[in-house]
């Protein structure tokens, strides 16, 4: 910026000033999304303001336009929070999540809706997949793998037995803290709580560096950060937000063993979402039990030049030794080339389920 003022005076008047646009172009955008919000409900009077592939484009083409010097995934958390705060003037979301409150489900859900969302803790992974398809909310915020760990077989089998849609999909860095009370005394720590997860992910750490530790697993890593608060002798393995919840210490930050730990979430809903021009697709399959089905299964995505994601099998629960494929891959049911991969492993499966397409994550 060549007309920068130099002085420190001269700089805050400059600031008061683009402050004053940002809030007169702020008004005017939700005043456009409230209206937004009106023709859609004369279309339809029961209709979700919430529209996931839109949302996904707005965020994508603000990141493609910024030139800085704030990085583009800084720019779009900005927008992130305008559009959560411009949407809860009409209707805020409401979300379920594997809870309790302080857990990185949370922090995903926080991430993808924006923090105007009313956010719901729920105890277990079917009870968010049950608030949803009561209606009770509009989405569900669940686990489904870590990039250290691996998958969540919980939420892959809640899928099994739902008509739930996926979505969305939200990826968050994990970072792990070592986090003790003002109770604590920090050189006595003999008990370290952490979900079964979070020990996983930081082994190395604490075989280096509290070996003789008991570590004890619990459902969550917020309840982990709960009990320290009673235990002068205990530490627990949580992140940033049951850190800031309890009022935790935290004596090592980022102790994860892999500096790219990551956990990808699936928002889940009762709706199909349209294309948003970059999305993902998943599907869960069963195959005749027979010599070469995994092949015949993938045979027409690699034909068609479908880029898979993401497989995994499971145990079907029918029939002792038959098994279930999930796939994720690139693109919507709703091209064409995709619709006919579809076609064909429908004609080639015992079952098929499209469990949704969806915008690939963008934050
Ligand atoms: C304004 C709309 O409704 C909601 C608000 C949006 C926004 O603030 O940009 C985007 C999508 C919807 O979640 C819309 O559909 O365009």
Redesign the pocket.
């Known amino acids: 910026m060549s007309d920068t003022p130099k002085s420190l005076d001269a700089l805050r008047e400059r600031i008061d000033a683009v402050d004053s646009d940002i809030l007169r172009l702020i008004s005017e955008?939700a005043a456009?999304?409230k209206r937004?919000?009106e023709i859609?409900t004369q279309e339809d009077p029961d209709t979700v303001?919430?529209?996931?592939e839109?949302?996904a484009q707005?965020l994508r083409r603000i990141m493609a336009l910024n030139e800085g010097p704030l990085d583009a995934e800084e720019m779009a958390r900005l927008f992130r929070e305008?559009?959560s705060a411009?949407?809860a003037l009409e209707q805020p979301v409401k979300v379920a999540y594997l809870g309790p409150e302080g857990t990185f489900t949370q922090q995903a859900a926080l991430k993808h809706f924006g923090h105007s969302a009313v956010s719901l803790p729920m105890a277990a992974i079917d009870e968010v997949f049950r608030e949803v398809e009561a209606g009770a909310v509009h989405y569900g915020v669940v686990p489904v793998e870590n990039s250290t760990e691996g998958v969540v077989n919980h939420t892959l089998d809640s899928f099994m037995d739902s008509s739930m849609r996926i979505c969305g999909e939200a990826v968050l860095r994990i970072h792990q803290h070592l986090l003790v009370s003002s109770n604590t005394r920090k050189d006595k720590v003999s008990r370290i709580y952490s979900h079964p997860q979070s020990f996983a992910q930081c082994r190395k750490w604490l075989d280096a560096h509290y070996p003789h530790a008991e570590r004890v697993a619990v459902a969550s890593n917020a309840e982990a950060a709960k009990l320290v608060k009673t235990e002068w002798h205990s530490a627990a393995i949580a992140g940033d937000m049951a850190a800031k919840l309890y009022d935790l210490e935290r004596i090592a930050e980022k102790i994860e063993d892999s500096p790219d730990n990551s956990t990808r979430f699936l928002i889940i809903g009762n709706h199909d979402v349209p294309m948003s021009g970059e999305d993902k697709t998943s599907v869960v399959v069963a195959m005749r039990n027979q010599p070469g089905a995994l092949h015949e299964l993938l045979e027409p995505f690699h034909r068609h030049a479908i880029d898979l994601t993401r497989l995994e099998t499971r145990p079907s629960r029918s029939g002792v030794w038959n098994y279930v494929f999930f796939i994720d891959f690139k693109g919507h049911r709703d091209e064409p080339r995709v619709a006919a991969v579809l076609e064909e492993v429908r004609l080639r499966a015992a079952d098929l389920k499209v469990l949704g397409s969806y915008p690939m994550g963008v934050l």
């Open positions: 955008r456009c999304a937004v919000a859609k303001f919430y529209r996931p839109r949302e707005v305008i559009m411009c949407l």
